[in-house]
Structure formats: structure tokens, C-alpha cells
């Protein structure tokens, strides 16, 4: 088969490309992102937009751009006729647009105990979005798509990102969708980094964001294990410089770097608790573990991707293109959850503590709450009897209510952070 055919079936046509497919139903178009990615899902209530055309480019922060960029994404729940009560949730390194599933024949989320009816991200109450990230595998642009101008893999030619490009991404997803204002945005890790760069970059648009288990910079360690992995992927005879694709690909490397990214976001007790010093089959169980999640990454996840993204968690700095760290901090207006995770060794609770210090030094209303779990880093994907009260609680204040007619400017939240602005720091 060549790039593309068509065929007719009983109730729509279907061209078909190397892992996509244009459904045409009732005359409604619902495209979804070529990739030359083998491991991308076609979920039956994936969506995708364009966001950026030749004529119009998508700039990035690092000074490129995208001629043409396409997100898929996934919704839950219902939008108000005001449009009030959007929750955008966004994912982590390795995550997708599906933190939850839809039905009971729908596959399981990475969040499915936090979203859904009756759950803290209540899809009975909100509408609740997720996108793949910019530089993605799983239906958003990124490396293993088509370059406009080859029709060929982008490959290693996909321009450097960073999480902020991936806010951006997301900001015109929504303009697309006619949303102007977000009730709350959250993510835990990278996903957590976008929800404090929305707050960031785009002031008073999101009403409150939550960012579980994440700094507001990369810190030398974290950059350091990323470093250990993306060389683990790139000294894979099988990388092929990037120009893998339509071959095994770097099985090897990226299973190698998934390990070392497994041993960051356990902690020692969880590990002596899940293996102690157990042996199967002539090794270790911590091993066989290790070996386990890379085989599985390697089936689910772009190499290429991997390496971008790992950059982009690098290039992570709340301040970057501002006077300062303190004067980027100081432009949000949201209200701001941090989440910390006791025993997380690749951002450390302490990192969560200090950047709600400094946020409160700057009068921005923020709060800190810690889950205290062995689980380490991963605990953002685990602990969710810990995480439910906690977001539940915070997620209650923020509940949104807009009147016909009632002014924005003049919503309770806004008007709690004028006035938290307003109020001295020794205030009682």
C-alpha cells in the first residue's frame, strides 16, 4: 500500500495512512494526526484540531516554528451554556489525551480513579479536556509525524520545545473550542510544570491550577537523569540518528532509559516493599521489573518523542524570558495548589515547599499539601485515596458560578485575589 488509500464502506469512507484514519460520518470530518508512530491508539472518541497552518505557523519559544500543528484530545462531561466549568487536565511524560475511560467497554486511564462521574474531576459537574502535548506519539504533532514539506518523519528535524510551547498549544486548542476561561487546569510532574505555566503565561485566564509532584524549575539532578536516558536512546545502533521509522527502532536505549526513569520515581521503601531481594528466573525481581516497563514502553512510545519531551523537562523554568524567577511568579492571579509527595526523589517535596514560599512572599494565594506516601514520584499515579480529599477540598472552592450579566472582572475569585494583592503580608 502506498501513503494513502480509499475505500467505501457501508456507512463511510476511510483513507487510510500509516496509523490514521478520516472518518467521515453524517458528513462531519473528525481527523486524527498522521504519525508514523506504530503505537498510536485510535481511540473511538479521540478528536483532533489544527492549530497552526502554513499560512498562520506556530512560533516556539526557542525561536523555530511549526508550518502545520494538529492536537488530539478527549473530553468528558458537558459544557455549560456559559461555558464556566472547563477543567483541562494535562498529562506527564509518558501520558496520552485518555486519563479516563469513557464507558465500561471503554480501556482505562492513567487517572481513572480521579476522573468521572462523582469523582474530584466530576465529569457530571464539568467539562473536562485533555490533549496530547506538543511533540507527542499519541495524535498531537511530534517527531514521528509528517513533515509538511518531505510528507517524510520529521524525525530529529522536529524543532526543540519546551513546556511552555506545549501551554501555548493548548491555549489555541482552546480558542478553536470557543473557550475563553478555564475553571481549573491540573497535572501532576510535567503535566504539573504546564499547569504552573499556564498560570504564568497566561494570567486570569484559569480560575485555579493544581500542580502535583512538580518544581517551577529543572533542578541540576532531574536535568542529569534525563541526560542518562536520552544517551541510553541515542547510542542504540537501531536509533539511526532519528530515521527509524519503518524499522525496529531503539528498543534497546529506550527501554534502558525507562529504567533509569523507573528507578527515579520509586523510592527505597517502595521498592524493598515490592521486591525486598526477591530472585525469578535468575535474577533479581527489581530487575525483572525494570526489564518489564522498558519492553512496555518501547511497544507504547515514540524514542523521538521521548528524547524532545526529556529536553523540554530540562529547558522547564517558570522564568525563562522574564526580568526574573520572582517577577514570572509574580504575574499569576490564580488561585494555586502545590502538591508534594514525601518520598519523591526526582522533585523533591522541599522543591514544592520552597516555590509556595516564595509565591506567598509575592501575595499570589497559594497552598501546599503533602501526600505522605512511600511510593515516591509515581505516588501522583497511585496514592489517589490520599489525592481524592485534597483535591476534592480545594477543587470545592473553585466550583464555578458566573450570573447572566455578571462581569468577569467581578467574579468571587477574581475579587479574592485583589484582594489577597491588597492585604499586607502581616495581616492576621
Sequence with gaps: MGFYSLRRGPDKYEISLPAFIIKICGGMPMPVSPTFFPGFKNRPLLKSVQVAAPEQPFRLTTG????????????????????NNVILVVHALTGDSHPAAHNEQDEEGWWDLLVGP?????SERFFIICSNVLGGCQGTTGPASPDPATGQPYGMQFPAITVRDMVNVQKALLEQLGINHLALVIGGSMGG???????????GF???????????????????YN??????????????????????????????????????????????????????????????????QGQRLAERFDANSYLYLLRALDLYDLGHGYASYKAALARI?????????????????????ELVQTLKSLGVRAEYAEVDSPHGHDGFLIDFDLLRPILTDFIATVTPVRFPG??????ATRMAYFGARLLPENYP
Design 118 to 122: 462523582g469523582r474530584p474531576l466530576d
Design 333 to 353: 492571579e490564580a488561585r494555586v495548589l502545590v502538591v508534594g509527595v514525601t518520598s519523591d526523589i526526582l522533585y523533591p517535596a522541599q522543591q514544592q515547599i
Design 193 to 203: 510544570m504546564q499547569a504552573l505555566e499556564w498560570a504564568v503565561s497566561y494570567p
Design 406 to 411: 455578571f462581569p468577569a472582572a467581578f467574579r
Design 227 to 292: 541526560r542518562v536516558g536520552r544517551q541510553a536512546v541515542m547510542l542504540d545502533p537501531d536509533w539511526q540518528q532519528g530515521n527509524y521509522y519503518g524499522g525496529p527502532g531503539p528498543a534497546r536505549g529506550l527501554s534502558i532509559a525507562r529504567a533509569v526513569g523507573m528507578i527515579t520515581y520509586q523510592s527505597e521503601q517502595s521498592m524493598t516493599n515490592k521486591f525486598a531481594r526477591k530472585m525469578r528466573d535468575g535474577q533479581f525481581e527489581v530487575e525483572n521489573y525494570l526489564d518489564h
Design 206 to 224: 484559569a480560575d485555579a491550577v493544581v500542580a502535583i509532584a512538580a518544581p517551577g524549575y529543572a533542578s541540576p539532578q532531574s536535568i542529569a
Design 64 to 83: 523555530g516554528q511549526l508550518s502545520e500543528v494538529t492536537v488530539a484530545y478527549e473530553t468528558y462531561g458537558t459544557l455549560s451554556p456559559e461555558k
